[in-house]
């Protein structure tokens, strides 16, 4: 595996490859790699020539200082992890090589309002700070296909907005929730939990595949997000920060079934201090 930490080696490199014909597939993260992400990288090595992973905590994507500071980091563990998985080149950029320039740092785009709601409305700039640095990453590793997962469900749709209305050259690609045995979704975040902690996020999903069950058996919203909260607050370590049934496509919020054809159910929650985030597509 090739390791990169210059904006202007990698480009050279990958335009060379592009040049005489190799595809890229591109996995952009935050490191602290866990199957979750190793498993958007195994597609992405099926799928193409070359694989490039990036590593690079964002910091204008963190509307919490706090939450930036405390992001989980396993730089040479991470780099062990990505070679076992035939992952070809790994990007470790620092802040200056990704944004030269401070103004390049936040740039505004129009979302169409997809970033009104849940973790848009919740986390002020986040969705700009993707989006910035996504584009930025894709214009350095010049990928024919990126990969998402769609734990971050909104991000995705973003991205996919993002790379539509700029007319990038990129099929993006959306990969399953990876998950641990009792459900819990993957999340570099989850190195923080300890272990009654990690005990009880695993009832997000157990939440969430109920209320799926309650809804399509007729239940209405309403009672069924009555009683999310009230299983999610059962537990003194839970706080609840949104639970939202919304159209899969524009991401708006919906009150009944009969407001969209595809519906997904997203939700935030802190377990103590750990701000976790899944979701489930109802129908
Ligand atoms: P992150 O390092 O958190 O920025 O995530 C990098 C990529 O991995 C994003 O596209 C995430 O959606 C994806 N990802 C994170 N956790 C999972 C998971 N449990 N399953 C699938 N994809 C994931």
């Known amino acids: 595996m090739m390791l990169f930490k210059h904006t202007n080696a990698i480009k050279s490199y990958l335009y060379k490859k592009k040049g005489e014909g190799e595809t890229i597939g591109f996995v952009p993260t935050m490191g602290a790699l866990h199957q979750g992400h190793l498993s958007l990288i195994n597609q992405s090595v099926k799928e193409n020539d070359i694989t490039v992973c990036s590593i690079f905590v964002n910091p204008s994507q963190f509307n919490n200082k706090k939450d930036f500071e405390n992001y989980p980091t396993d730089i040479d563990d991470d780099i062990k992890k990505l070679e076992k998985h035939n992952c070809s080149i790994v990007f470790v950029p620092s802040v200056d090589e990704i944004y030269p320039d401070e103004n390049l740092k936040h740039q505004a785009f129009d979302f169409n309002g997809l970033d009104k709601y849940m973790e848009g409305a919740h986390r002020p700039g986040h969705f700009n700070g993707v989006a910035t640095v996504v584009k930025r990453l894709f214009e350095i590793c010049i990928p024919h296909r990126a990969y998402f997962g769609k734990k971050d469900f909104q991000q995705l749709r973003i991205i996919q907005h993002v790379v539509n209305i700029h ?61 999310m909260t009230e299983q999610i607050l059962a537990n003194r370590l839970f706080s609840v920060d949104y639970i ?33 985030i899944d979701n489930i597509s109802v129908f």
């Open 167 to 227: 007319n990038m050259n990129t099929d993006v690609v959306p990969c399953e929730i990876y998950r641990e045995p009792n459900g819990l979704a993957m999340s570099s975040r989850n190195r923080r939990l300890g272990e009654e902690e990690k005990e009880v996020a695993s009832s997000i999903h157990k939440v969430l595949t109920e209320a799926k069950k309650d809804f399509l058996s007729g239940i209405s919203l309403e009672r069924t997000k009555k009683k």
């Open 244 to 276: 939202e049934f919304a159209d899969s496509k524009s991401l708006r919020p919906i009150q009944n079934y009969n407001e969209t054809t595809q519906c997904i159910l997203c939700i935030a929650v802190y377990v103590n201090e750990v701000r976790l």
